[in-house]
């Protein structure tokens, strides 16, 4: 499975963004994606997640009601709509997709997308 990640960018506090991940390859073997973000300094945090078939969501408090994640399975594309940014969702945004076995778990992660947002 590749992802590729796009859509991130400089943006004024209170403004907003669009990440895409493309996905490819055996992507009928992903259980769930999610984005995952790290800001210098800091350790990678999930801001939000999304099971196969969309039927599932979660979100990192500090990201509810302004991040909305969705998956378009027909074109292997998962999106984050971000909403009223604010500096503090300054990183390193990051796709990941899970496979899910019975004894593990295996993810992939894409390159990272730079979102930056002034105030």
């Known amino acids: ?14 403004g907003s963004l669009r990440l895409s991940c493309a996905a490819s390859g ?17 350790k990678r945090e999930l801001v939000a997640a999304i099971t196969s078939g969309s039927s599932s969501t979660n979100y990192a408090d500090s990201v ?33 997709a899970r496979e899910l076995h019975p004894m593990y778990e295996y993810d992939y992660w894409g390159q990272g997308t730079q979102v930056t947002v002034s105030s």
């Open 64 to 96: 509810k009601g302004r991040f909305t994640i969705s998956r378009d399975s027909a074109r292997n594309t998962m999106y984050l709509q971000m909403n009223s940014l604010k500096p503090e969702d300054t990183a390193v945004y990051y796709c990941n």
């Open 1 to 14: 499975v590749q992802l590729v990640e796009s859509g991130g960018g400089l943006v004024q506090a209170g």
């Open 26 to 42: 055996s992507t009928f073997s992903i259980n769930a994606m999610g984005w995952y973000r790290q800001a210098p300094g800091r």
